[in-house]
């Protein structure tokens, strides 16, 4: 039977927690509890606000060039975290306690029915699946194109 082999990734020597424009060293804390500890410690002002109006985020680098904003769930701290360069900053946010949630709503009193009733059927109908590209790449498929390749370079002097 095989092993499954797990072991804790590396995390960089120290990270910078950024809270108010300021900026302080610490060492990566293990798990998402342990590293709301260390940012109430290291920064007093947060010390009396609920853990869970607490979040962390960083700028990630998605499709290649483009920098975004990504908030780090607990879930996925310690894997975020052992992705950090040497020195690598995390932004503290702290939500509003007394703040309601907001939520995106549709303001359905300015539609009219008929636009209430295309939006209804855009969010219960399933989404179409992409089309399946058939392509014939076998040995047998191929042997039948003619030998002589064309070339894709337009012919000099045709």
């Not at 809270?19 to 610490?26: F, I, P, S, T």
């Not at 607490?54 to 990504?70: G, L, M, Q, Y």
């Not at 047998?140 to 002589?148: D, E, G, V």
Request: with cysteine.
């Amino acid at each position: 039977m095989a092993t499954i082999k797990t072991t804790t990734p590396a995390l960089p020597d120290y990270i910078t927690y950024r809270y108010a424009n300021r900026l302080v060293y610490v060492e990566p804390a293990k798990t998402y509890e342990a590293a709301i500890t260390i940012a109430k410690k290291e920064f007093s002002e947060l010390a009396d606000i609920p853990s869970e109006h607490i979040s962390f985020n960083t700028v990630a680098t998605v499709n290649r060039n483009e920098a975004r904003v990504v908030r780090i769930s607990e879930s996925a701290w310690l894997a975020a975290v052992a992705r950090q360069l040497c020195g690598g900053i995390i932004d503290i946010l702290v939500t509003d306690p007394g703040a309601p949630r907001e939520y995106l709503t549709v303001p359905t009193d300015v539609m009219s029915k008929e636009e209430i009733d295309i939006l209804r059927v855009s969010r219960s109908s399933k989404p179409t699946p992409p089309p399946v590209r058939r392509t014939s790449s076998s040995p047998a498929s191929r042997s039948n194109k003619s030998s002589k390749r064309s070339s894709w370079l337009p012919r000099i002097g045709s």
